[in-house]
């Protein structure tokens, strides 16, 4: 009785082991799936900074990329550097190709205005040393923008600059002593100076 019981044991050990076989030969390996993934974790960038977008795939193999902006070709790299000189909403798409398969997804990228987020800080100037008030802009991420209203108006401030008052994404500035864009009594609207949406 214990050989009848022996010779069923292997048995079925041996036609376990031949199923398992035949698993083997029916493995068809895992669908090319890929996302695009955002190395600050969003997909928000202000105007004229640097968005690094990377292409993962669920299952490591040799694949040929493809980042198109717009319906052109930008990189053929797996990580893509954006960076857009203005603001709105762009669709970015990547293709991923191992020879036989190929697949695409998108992701959907917002520039805003580079003075949205951060702090502006004004200098007073001395007018009676020829020095006149000047704006400065510090982001999130500690980069300073010196002169933004020259640079973005192409005028100086007054000298003596007093304040700044932020209302409806709109900058104004009161000086004092005049200047090229206003003094006392004339303050000016920074027209250009894009605080963001």
Same mark, same amino acid.
């Given at each position: 009785? #214990?050989?009848?019981?022996?010779?069923?044991?292997?048995?079925?050990?041996?036609?376990?082991?031949?199923?398992?076989? !035949?698993?083997?030969?029916?493995?068809?390996? !895992?669908?090319? %799936?890929? &996302?695009?993934?955002?190395?600050?974790?969003?997909?928000?960038?202000?105007? *004229?900074?640097?968005?690094?977008?990377?292409?993962?795939?669920?299952?490591?193999? *040799?694949?040929?990329?493809?980042? $198109?902006?717009?319906?052109? &070709?930008?990189?053929?790299?797996?990580?893509?550097?954006?960076?857009?000189?203005?603001?709105? =909403?762009?669709?970015?798409?990547?293709?991923?190709? !191992?020879?036989?398969? %190929?697949? $695409?997804?998108?992701?959907?990228? %917002?520039?805003?205005?580079?003075?949205?987020?951060?702090?502006?800080?004004?200098?007073?100037? /001395?007018?009676?040393?020829?020095?006149?008030?000047?704006?400065?802009?510090?982001?999130?991420?500690?980069?300073?923008? !010196?002169?933004?209203?020259?640079?973005? =108006?192409?005028?100086?401030?007054?000298?003596? $600059?007093?304040?700044?008052?932020?209302? =409806?994404?709109?900058?104004?500035?009161?000086? /004092? =002593?005049?200047?090229?864009?206003?003094?006392?009594?004339?303050?000016? *609207?920074?027209?250009?100076?894009? #605080?963001? #949406?």
């Amino acid at each position: 009785m #214990k050989k009848f019981y022996l010779v069923f044991l292997v048995l079925g050990v041996f036609a376990g082991f031949l199923s398992s076989c !035949d698993d083997d030969d029916k493995y068809i390996p !895992d669908a090319l %799936e890929l &996302e695009i993934v955002s190395k600050s974790g969003v997909f928000t960038v202000a105007k *004229e900074d640097t968005l690094f977008l990377k292409a993962k795939l669920n299952n490591p193999r *040799e694949v040929k990329f493809s980042w $198109t902006l717009n319906g052109q &070709e930008v990189s053929t790299d797996s990580v893509y550097m954006f960076i857009a000189e203005n603001m709105g =909403n762009y669709k970015i798409d990547v293709k991923a190709t !191992d020879g036989g398969e %190929e697949t $695409t997804v998108s992701a959907s990228v %917002e520039v805003y205005g580079k003075y949205k987020y951060g702090t502006f800080i004004l200098n007073e100037g /001395q007018v009676w040393k020829g020095h006149y008030g000047t704006l400065a802009f510090i982001s999130p991420k500690g980069i300073v923008t !010196d002169s933004v209203y020259f640079k973005e =108006n192409g005028g100086s401030l007054g000298g003596c $600059t007093q304040d700044l008052y932020i209302r =409806n994404n709109k900058l104004y500035i009161i000086s /004092q =002593n005049g200047g090229n864009d206003g003094g006392f009594f004339n303050h000016s *609207e920074c027209g250009n100076i894009e #605080k963001g #949406k």
